[in-house]
Each structure stands twice: as structure tokens, then as C-alpha cells.
């Protein structure tokens, strides 16, 4: 019976140990390189690609586009990250081909996507500029059963960059995250452009919860450019309460 | 009756459909190529610099220029605004008017080459209705303003004229249109109704607009109720004008309402 206690705690204790190593080698594996460039891959979801000028694709953009889909090439997520001093100073994020590493440059291979996306979620909450909208675009990119909690992480970091937190509320805006959890993130949106996008991002939902939401945020937001945008995007809705709403405004 | 008998009495119709002034004043006009002033009296409200400044044509807030069209008179508001004749420069190159420009105001001297005219407003009337009634698409554009300007009968019923006239080019439409609210709005009393100074007006304003990006089965018939009886100046205004630049048919006939003509 001990024996037999002992030997579970170890199984447990391995498991552990397991995971723990497992999320902690994509971090550890990283930071050992010190200078130089850090390469992985993941498996990229269905439906994104990535064309041989560097743009990348996905299904839903795909639609809207008269893009020849031919010329994108389907393949892994591709991930650089630059490093300086112990320190990830840049990301960019490719779709497609292989990495062939050259002097300074580290590949670490192919990591499970999920353990990647909330990695590269972690890099974005405090890397700016393109570095961060790519981390945060590699973790949607990324073959992950859900990445929205990552995704709304960074929205909701008041100290994350703002590049990371409206690009992650662009793609939290794509993800199955329901239209009330995204329309709650409007909460915690203090500065003006992450609420200006924040109406864009809401008014593709084309439901009745986006709706109603823009017609507060066009109603409430404490400024008057936020809720014109927001009237605007309403307008675009084929919602028959976006023309009731404009038309008891003007008549009031 | 022969087709040449038909073409010649075709013809003597259309020439004389236009007024005998227009003929003459035209004909002066085009008479050599090269540029001519046409200088005859402007609206008693009207003044401008002579350069191409022109205010007080709508209310006090309304500004227009020789290179731009404006509106608005805070950054005018410290321009010398002085009452003088209209003038339209046109220039004529073989035999036809291709551009035209209006001022207001003191007269500059003109370069000796440029020829000068000065009639009575209804001649000037006359001539410049029937370029916009008749003319290329430009110069019929050009001579909205100087058309307006002049101290004759009211323009309107001109304009509603082209306005429903099929074979007029649409650009031309959209330019009497935007004109024609001009009138709307002054006949009505709104010109000088203030811009949005706070953010109920300023909300209602982008209202109207978004109400326009709306399919026109859905925007233009909210249009036309608001430009009727919207009981906010400003945005009446603000409705009376994108209801003009719909495009709709509708438009006109609206216009036509208000403006107490048919």
C-alpha cells in the first residue's frame, strides 16, 4: 500500500516535473541564447497562409480580398525573436517555408503551438511596436484549441504596449471569444485608439450584443470622436435598430 | 417635310429658345479668344476683395473663392470684404468659353490684353443661364456662382430646370444641387444657423451622415423628412444639403417644395 502511494506521488511528481519543464524549456531555451536570434515554428492553423512577400493570410481575409490565394503557401508559423543583452528585443513572425539558421542565429525547432502562443502572448506584454503586434499575431496565428484568454491578457495589461493590445484586440475580436466577453473589454480601454478600434472590431460581430454595445458606446463614451465612430460603424450594420437609434438622435 | 427642312427649323428653334441678350453678350464673349471680364452688379448682400474672396452671398457665414469654394468664416473672418460689381474672367479659346472664374468687389486693372465688358445683371443673367442650361460641363460649373452672383431674378428655378434636365451631366447635377441647397437653406432662414458648438448638434450632424451611407431606399426618404421638418437649424441644414447630394430624383422635387416653386 505504501509502496504503492509512493510510487503514484512519484508518477504524479514526474508529471509535474514534466509539465513544468515543458513550459518552462521554450522560456529557458530562449533565454539562453543571449545575443543573436532566436528561431522556432509551430503549426499554424487551418486556413492561414502566408505569401512570398512576407504578408500573411488568413481564411477570413481570404474573403475580402481579390488576392490570388494561389501564391500563398500554407505551412508552419515562423517565429524570430532578437536578442540583446538576455533580452527578446524584436519578433517577427513569417507563414510558410523552413528556417535554415546561420551564424548567430539559434533554431530551436518545431514547439506545440499551444505552448508557443502563450509564450509569445507573454513576450507581447511588454515588447512595442511591430515586435509587439507580431508576437501577438503568431499567437493567433497559432494551432491552439483556444488562445483568447492570452488574447485578453494583453488587452487587459494597462502596461502592455498599446501596438500589442489593439492588435491582440483585433484578433480576440476573430477568435470564438463570445460578443458579451469581448464587449466587456471596453471597460479597461482607457486610451482613445484602442476605444476607437474597439468599435471596429465590436461592429463586425453583427450581432445583437454588438449592437446594442455600440449604440451604448455611441451613447455613453466620454468622447465625442469615440462616439461618432461608433455611430458610424452602427450605420454599417443592416440592423433595423442602428437607423431607428440615428433617427431618434437627429429628432430629439 | 424634308430632313434638312426639319434640321433648319430644329435649328431656328434653338436659337431662338435663347434670349436675345445672352446671344449678343455671348457672342461678344466668344468674340476673340484670349480672356474676358464680364463685370455686371452682384447681389446687394454680396461683398468680396475683388481676388477671389467672396462672402455674405447665404447669410454671413457662407465664404467663396475663385480657387476654392469654402465654407465657413472663421479663417475669413479678418478679410477685407468690400461691396463692387461681379466679375466673371473667362477664358475663350476657339470660339468657346473653357473656364471661368468670379469675383467681387473692387475691380483691379486688368493687363491690357484681357478684354472687358460691363453689362446689366439681367444681360449677364441671361448669358450666364444659358451656358448653364447649354455649355460644356465646365464652363456650365464654372458659371453657377457667377450666375448666382448676379443681381437678377432669382436663380432657382434655373437650377431646378437643370437639376431635372436627363441630358445634363451628372457632375454638373451634383454642382447645381449643392448650389441649390445653398438656396433652400437661405429661403428657409438656416444659412446662418450656427455650426455644431456642442456635441448634441455635433452628434447629430455625423447622424445624418451615417443616415446617408445608408442604402438610399432607407436614406433618402429619412432624408427628406428631416430636410422638411427638422426642428434643429443647423442640422435641417446639414439634411437639406446630403439630401441634394443623394443623386435621388426626389431631391429636386423636395428642393422645388421649400423653395416655394415647381
Redesign the interface.
Known amino acids: 500500500m505504501r509502496r504503492d502511494l509512493l510510487a503514484l506521488t512519484a508518477v504524479l511528481s514526474a508529471s509535474v516535473s514534466a509539465n513544468s519543464i515543458s513550459a518552462q524549456t521554450l522560456a529557458q531555451r530562449v533565454d539562453a541564447v543571449r545575443d543573436g536570434r532566436v528561431l522556432m515554428a509551430f503549426q499554424a492553423r487551418p486556413g492561414v497562409c502566408g505569401g512570398s512577400n512576407g504578408s500573411i493570410w488568413t481564411r477570413e481575409s481570404w474573403k475580402s480580398s481579390s488576392w490570388n490565394q494561389n501564391d500563398c503557401l500554407t505551412g508552419p508559423v515562423r517565429v524570430s525573436l532578437g536578442r540583446a543583452e538576455g533580452t527578446t528585443i524584436s519578433v517577427r513572425v513569417f507563414v510558410g517555408g523552413v528556417w535554415r539558421a546561420t551564424a548567430g542565429e539559434t533554431d530551436i525547432g518545431v514547439i506545440p503551438p499551444a505552448e508557443a502562443a502563450h509564450y509569445l502572448a507573454g513576450v507581447a506584454h511588454s515588447i512595442g511596436g511591430r515586435s509587439g503586434s507580431d508576437a501577438v499575431s503568431a499567437v493567433a496565428l497559432a494551432d491552439a484549441p483556444d488562445v483568447s484568454p492570452d488574447l485578453v491578457s494583453v488587452v487587459r495589461d494597462v502596461n502592455a504596449p498599446l501596438d500589442a493590445r489593439k492588435q491582440a484586440l483585433f484578433w480576440a475580436g476573430n477568435t470564438a471569444l463570445s460578443t458579451r466577453d469581448l464587449v466587456q473589454l471596453y471597460d479597461g480601454l482607457g486610451p482613445f485608439s484602442l476605444r476607437e478600434h474597439f468599435v471596429f472590431v465590436v461592429s463586425q460581430r453583427r450581432d445583437d450584443t454588438a449592437v446594442d454595445k455600440l449604440i451604448d458606446v ?1 451613447t455613453r463614451d466620454a468622447d ?1 470622436e469615440i ?2 465612430r461608433a ?2 460603424w ?3 450594420t443592416q440592423d433595423p435598430r442602428a ?1 431607428k437609434f ?2 431618434d ?3 430629439r | 417635310m424634308t430632313l434638312r427642312t426639319s434640321l433648319v427649323i430644329a435649328a431656328a428653334a434653338v436659337v431662338t429658345s435663347t434670349p436675345l441678350s445672352a446671344q449678343s453678350l455671348a457672342s461678344r464673349v466668344v468674340a476673340s479668344d484670349g480672356i474676358v471680364q464680364v463685370l455686371y452688379p452682384s447681389r446687394p448682400t454680396a461683398c468680396g476683395d475683388g481676388k477671389g474672396f467672396i462672402s455674405n452671398l447665404f447669410g454671413s457665414h457662407y465664404v467663396f473663392s475663385g480657387n476654392a469654394t469654402g465654407q465657413g468664416g472663421n479663417s475669413w473672418s479678418t478679410q477685407v470684404c468690400l461691396r463692387g460689381p461681379a466679375r466673371v474672367v473667362a477664358t475663350v479659346m476657339n470660339g468657346e468659353v473653357t473656364r471661368a472664374r468670379a469675383y467681387v468687389g473692387p475691380v483691379p486693372p486688368s493687363a491690357s490684353d484681357v478684354r472687358t465688358i460691363s453689362v446689366p445683371a439681367a444681360e449677364a443673367s441671361a448669358w450666364l443661364g444659358d451656358v448653364i442650361a447649354r455649355g460644356s460641363a465646365r464652363a456650365a460649373s464654372d458659371m453657377l456662382l457667377p450666375f448666382i452672383l448676379a443681381d437678377g431674378p432669382e436663380p432657382w428655378a434655373l437650377l431646378l430646370k437643370v437639376a431635372r434636365d436627363e441630358n445634363r451631366p451628372r457632375d454638373l447635377k451634383r454642382n447645381v444641387m449643392m448650389w441649390l441647397s445653398n438656396g433652400v437653406s437661405e429661403h428657409l432662414g438656416l444659412s446662418d444657423a450656427d455650426e455644431p458648438s456642442n ?1 448634441d448638434e ?3 450632424k ?3 451622415y ?2 446617408t ?2 442604402p438610399k431606399n ?1 436614406s433618402v426618404p ?1 432624408l427628406i423628412e ?1 430636410a422638411k421638418s ?3 437649424p443647423a ?1 435641417r441644414r446639414t ?1 437639406i444639403y446630403w439630401l441634394g447630394q443623394s443623386g435621388d430624383p426626389r431631391a429636386v422635387d423636395v428642393y422645388a417644395e421649400l423653395l416655394g416653386l415647381r
Open positions: 455611441a465625442l462616439r461618432k455611430m458610424y452602427l450605420g454599417q437607423v440615428l433617427r438622435l437627429v429628432t | 456635441d455635433e452628434m447629430r455625423q447622424a445624418i451615417v443616415l451611407q445608408r432607407e429619412q428631416l427638422l426642428k434643429h442640422s439634411a
